[in-house]
């Protein structure tokens, strides 16, 4: 079987945007292009859950297809993989129901046929998730407010590096922040199969400025596409060296 | 926060109610709430037998179905228990239109490991760590890899004392990674290794299940967490004669749960070897008496291995 490729953002924020473009418009964009985009919110300790802020998060996560999670710093790590792999499941049960649909017409999803038979489907779903490729690109909000909380979110990068190693299938991971002086993101790490330099990049991410949250998803996408663009240019070079 | 995923997770279903099943029609009338944890809630619950079951129920009907996948393929590994077994599967609707996923399995009616430490003594922790690693075989031969093995996830039942897992929601293929783990019995947060499912992620956890009991308040990791652990182990008195295994098992120098098994099995021997020299020196009777009442543990375990 072809085995194709998921691709996420994975957006992790501490509260609203609030400068250029709506980020529930960017997200749903990045839907329709195949990325499904994922959000964790970061609570202060004397936040609760309802604060305000955490419903766009919500709906980032929605219009994005994927799945959203308010979390306290101490728990991000773990948050940080059930989000993503609740999340790869999630997109690979969407195709599923497509194609459930595609052949008993209406609406017919996976939770309507019986268990029996979903259990089959669902080790097949269990497999292509083990087996698929992934791409993460993980876009992370070093506005002021961020400060304290970055040495967690690189630790919880790193652990996710770790987590998702020991799948069978192959990963590529980029690191983002947003804001970057002028423009609305910055790289941090560039696509790479595992994250093991970034102990020495994230100390260096200054804080500061505002949250542009909808034009960073934005061009977060694309750099989904440059990437397929740089490899399709080596691949022109190899031809043409071997040629 | 582990609580308001749990809270967010969890379905009230009031005392009497009952569930009648969409496909099957089995029925199922719920007594209690005895467990809840992040896909769902766990129920006892009365079968038209008067069987008593429990009954995990969660919205998350995809989330079920996995580990409804892991507990059939436990359930055919014969002769060995391996986790509870199953009774059930179905979806109910209820009243109010909304529409759940459940499953259903056997009771297991036991109590904490620390609970059973504290009452019948230390002589019990080689029994427990040999049982599990006997249970962690048979399951390491069927392929998988039990994941999130913790104290909340055991059970000691009585007569036959034994310890059962009781919840596989980490029980991962083995090779793949491991789909669900506690900070403190994973070797990947501690840095000792990664969180591949292979036998000896298993092992590490199983020490750790061990000096759960000794701190319940745990620890945490710092830039030496090697030499934490084993100093750990170290320091407890019950824990001595096992020291040299559950040490080289939290450096992954077993494996195999049964190389862990012989190894452990040997040091027991040796030591019981060494106890009966003593007391045969001694000649005291007295001495003798107490020695073999405390050494049942062993003697138990020895008796299990041939039957």
Redesign the interface.
């Known amino acids: 079987m072809n085995k194709g490729t998921l691709r996420q953002i994975l957006l992790i924020t501490d509260g609203c945007s609030n400068s250029g473009e709506n980020p529930v418009e960017s997200a749903k964009v990045a839907f329709e292009n195949g990325i499904t985009v994922n959000v964790i919110g970061i609570l202060d300790d004397y936040e609760s859950e309802t604060a305000s802020g955490f419903e766009e998060i919500e709906q980032i996560a929605k219009a994005g297809g994927g799945i959203n999670q308010v979390v306290y710093k101490e728990d991000l790590s773990q948050t940080v993989q059930a989000v993503t792999r609740q999340a790869m499941t999630q997109t690979l049960q969407g195709f599923v129901n497509k194609e459930l649909t595609n052949i008993f017409g209406s609406s017919q999803t996976l939770e309507e046929i019986e268990p029996e038979k979903r259990g089959e489907v669902m080790e097949i779903v269990e497999d292509l998730g083990e087996t698929c490729h992934l791409e993460v690109l993980i876009l992370v909000d070093t506005s002021a407010s961020m400060n304290d909380k970055l040495l967690t979110v690189k630790e919880a990068l790193i652990d996710l590096s770790i987590n998702l190693h020991a799948r069978v299938g192959e990963n590529n991971f980029a690191i983002f922040q947003f804001p970057k002086r002028k423009d609305p993101i910055g790289l941090v790490h560039n696509w790479a199969k595992e994250l093991d330099s970034i102990s020495v990049i994230f100390p260096k991410l200054v804080s500061g400025g505002v949250t542009p949250t909808g034009p960073a998803i934005r061009e977060a996408m694309y750099q989904f596409g440059k990437k397929e663009m740089r490899r399709s240019m080596y691949r022109a070079e190899e031809y043409r060296r071997e040629g | ?2 609580k ?1 995923i749990e809270e967010k997770a969890s379905i009230p279903i009031k005392h009497g109610t009952i569930i009648v099943g969409k ?1 099957n029609k089995n029925q199922y009338t719920i007594i209690r709430k005895i467990g809840s944890g992040m896909i769902g809630t766990v129920y006892l619950c009365r079968m038209h037998n008067n069987r008593l079951v429990a009954l995990k129920i969660s919205k998350q ?2 989330s079920l ?2 580990e ?2 892991v507990l ?1 393929s436990l359930n055919k590994v014969q002769d060995n228990r391996l986790g509870p077994f199953l009774i059930d ?3 109910w609707e209820r009243q109010t239109g909304k ?1 759940y ?1 459940f499953y259903v399995m056997e009771y297991i009616n036991g109590i904490r490991m620390e609970t059973f430490i504290r009452r019948n003594g230390a002589e019990w922790i080689g029994v427990f760590i040999i049982q599990m690693l006997e249970q962690l075989e048979g399951l390491h031969q069927s392929g998988w890899v039990f994941g999130d093995l913790k104290n909340d996830n055991l059970l000691i039942t009585e007569s036959p004392t034994k310890v059962r897992f009781i919840d596989v929601g980490g029980t991962t293929k083995m ?5 669900e783990y506690s ?1 403190f019995y994973d070797r ?2 501690w840095h000792l290794g ?4 292979e036998p000896s992620y298993d092992l590490f956890a199983l020490v750790m299940v061990i000096l759960a009991i000794y701190y319940p308040r745990h620890f945490k990791r710092s830039n030496h967490s090697k030499q934490l652990i084993l100093k750990r182990i170290a320091v407890v008195r019950d824990l001595q004669l096992y020291e040299h295994c559950l040490q080289k098992a939290i450096l992954g120098q077993y494996k195999l749960a049964s190389e862990m098994k012989a190894d452990l099995l040997q040091t027991m021997w040796k030591r019981h070897k060494k106890e009966n020299k003593k007391r045969a020196a001694k000649g005291n009777y007295v001495i003798q008496a107490v020695i073999i009442s405390s050494l049942s543990g062993v003697y138990y375990l020895v008796s299990s291995l041939f039957f």
């Open positions: 926060m582990q308001n496909w009907a995809m179905t996995t409804v996948n059939k599967v179905d979806d529409s996923s090779g793949r990674s491991i789909k900070e990947a947060y990664t969180r591949e499912a």
